[in-house]
C-alpha cells in the first residue's frame, strides 16, 4: 500500500472541506433550548465515533437557519472542544442537518471521491491519534480543543480506494454499536417516561438538599492517573481512565465548573474530578436513577454563579425548593425502571467490546499485517 504524510487540516483543505467551531454562548443561550425541535449535538452527545442522542437538546427551526452555518452534513465529524477532546463521532445521515452545538468542533473533509469520512474518523480513532491529540490540548484541570490544534493533527492515508475497503469493513461493526446506542437510547425514552408519569403526582415540598446531597469530586491530575478501567469524569462527560474509583458504584455525576449543571449517568464504579460533584440520595426511596432524571430536568445550569468561568455553587442548588412524589411512587418507580436501565447498561457494555474489536482491527488492517477479507471473517463472528 502506498501512503502519503498529511494533516488534517490539509486533507480537508484538499477536498473544499474545514475544521471549524460550533456557536459560541453568546449566540444560543440556555433559554432558547426547546423540548421539540430540530437536536443540537453537545460534547455529551458524542461517544466513540457515534451520536448518543439520549437526552440531547433541541433547538426552533428559526435559529437552526439563524444558525446555518454550524449544521452539520452526512460525513462531518464532531469533537469536543473541552473535557474528553480524544472522542469524536461520525455525522450519519440520519443526523444530517442537525446542529453542531455549542462546545464542538465540526470537521468537514469535503469531497467523498478524494477523501472517505468513514475512514478519516476510524484514523481519528487509533490510539496514535488519540494520544497526539490529548499530548497537545491545552489546559492544566480540563483538556481544551480548538480548531489550530485539530487541523495539525497529523495523519498518514492511502489511495481512496483503500480507504473505502477499510471503511466498509469497519461498517458493520460501527452499525452493531449504533443499533446498540438506539436500544440503550430507547430504553431511557422509556424510563423518563416513567419518571414524567410519577411526577404528575408530586405531593411532598422539599429542598434538593433533602432528596439528594451533591458530593465535591476530587481532583485527579493527568500525571497521577494509573492504566485501568475506572472512568474519570468531568463536567463534560468521561475525560480518562484510572486504576482506582472514588465512587465505588454506579451512580450520578453534576458538572459543577466548565460545563456547569451538566447531568451524567455513570455505569460502575468511577472517579468524579474537582470540576464536578457526585450524586447521594439522602431521601427514602430515590434511587440513582430517580436522582438522575430529578436533576436532569431541574435546568441547573441556569444557575450559574460565576461570571468569568461558568460554575455551579453547592448550596444554591440544594436551596432549590420542588414537589417530589411519595416514597411508595418513588419505590415504584425504582422497581420498574431497573431492568430497562439494565438494558441500556448491556448494551453499552456490548457496544464497548465491540469497539475494542474495532480499535486493534484499524492499526493491523492499516499496517498490512491483516487483510480486508481477513478482518470480514473476524467481524462475521461477532456480528
Not at 408519569?197 to 500525571?223: A, F, H
Not at 420498574?336 to 447498561?345: G, V
Request: include cysteine; charged fraction near 25%; hydrophobic fraction near 40%.
Amino acid at each position: 500500500m502506498s501512503w502519503r504524510d498529511v494533516t488534517l487540516g490539509e486533507l480537508c483543505a484538499e477536498g473544499g472541506g474545514s475544521v471549524q467551531t460550533g456557536p459560541f454562548g453568546s449566540q444560543l443561550h440556555a433559554a432558547d433550548y426547546v423540548k421539540e425541535g430540530i437536536p443540537s449535538v453537545m460534547p455529551q452527545n458524542i461517544g466513540d465515533n457515534v451520536i448518543d442522542e439520549r437526552g440531547i437538546a433541541r433547538i426552533t427551526s428559526d435559529d437552526a437557519y439563524r444558525l446555518e452555518k454550524y449544521l452539520l452534513a452526512e460525513g462531518d465529524i464532531v469533537y469536543s472542544r473541552r473535557g474528553d477532546v480524544e472522542k469524536r463521532a461520525l455525522v450519519r445521515d440520519h443526523s444530517a442537518g442537525w446542529l453542531c452545538g455549542t462546545g464542538c468542533l465540526r470537521v468537514r473533509v469535503g469531497d467523498p471521491d478524494r477523501t472517505d469520512a468513514r475512514f478519516v474518523s476510524y484514523l481519528l480513532g487509533t490510539p496514535e491519534t488519540r494520544a497526539w491529540i490529548s499530548r497537545h490540548a491545552v489546559g492544566a484541570t480540563m483538556p481544551n480543543l480548538n480548531t489550530k490544534i485539530l487541523s495539525s493533527v497529523p495523519l498518514q492515508v492511502p489511495s481512496i480506494s483503500e480507504q473505502q475497503a477499510i471503511a466498509e469493513v469497519l461498517g458493520a461493526l460501527d452499525d452493531k454499536i449504533a443499533a446498540n446506542i438506539a436500544l440503550a437510547s430507547t430504553a431511557w425514552e422509556l424510563a423518563g417516561a416513567e419518571f414524567a408519569k410519577i411526577s404528575l403526582s408530586s405531593t411532598e415540598p422539599r429542598r434538593l438538599g433533602e432528596v439528594v446531597r451533591l458530593e465535591y469530586g476530587k481532583s485527579l491530575p493527568t500525571p497521577s492517573r494509573q492504566p485501568g478501567e475506572i472512568r474519570v469524569v468531568g463536567s463534560g462527560g468521561v475525560v480518562g481512565q484510572h486504576s482506582t474509583a472514588m465512587v465505588d458504584q454506579t451512580g450520578v455525576v453534576v458538572g459543577r465548573k466548565g460545563t456547569a449543571g451538566s447531568v451524567h449517568w455513570i455505569d460502575g464504579p468511577h472517579w468524579p474530578i474537582d470540576t464536578t460533584f457526585y450524586v447521594t440520595p439522602v431521601a427514602p426511596g430515590v434511587s440513582q436513577i430517580y436522582a438522575y432524571f430529578l436533576l436532569s430536568r431541574l435546568k441547573l445550569d441556569q444557575l450559574n454563579s460565576d461570571s468569568a468561568v461558568p460554575g455551579l455553587n453547592r448550596a444554591e442548588a440544594e436551596a432549590i425548593k420542588l414537589h417530589i412524589p411519595s416514597r411508595e411512587r418513588r419505590e415504584q418507580f425504582a422497581a420498574s425502571t431497573s431492568a430497562l436501565i439494565e438494558l441500556a447498561s448491556q448494551a453499552s457494555r456490548e457496544s464497548n467490546t465491540l469497539v475494542e474489536m474495532r480499535n486493534t482491527l484499524l492499526p493491523e488492517l492499516m499496517s498490512g499485517r491483516i487483510r480486508v477479507k481477513d478482518a470480514e471473517k473476524k467481524i462475521e463472528e461477532v456480528v
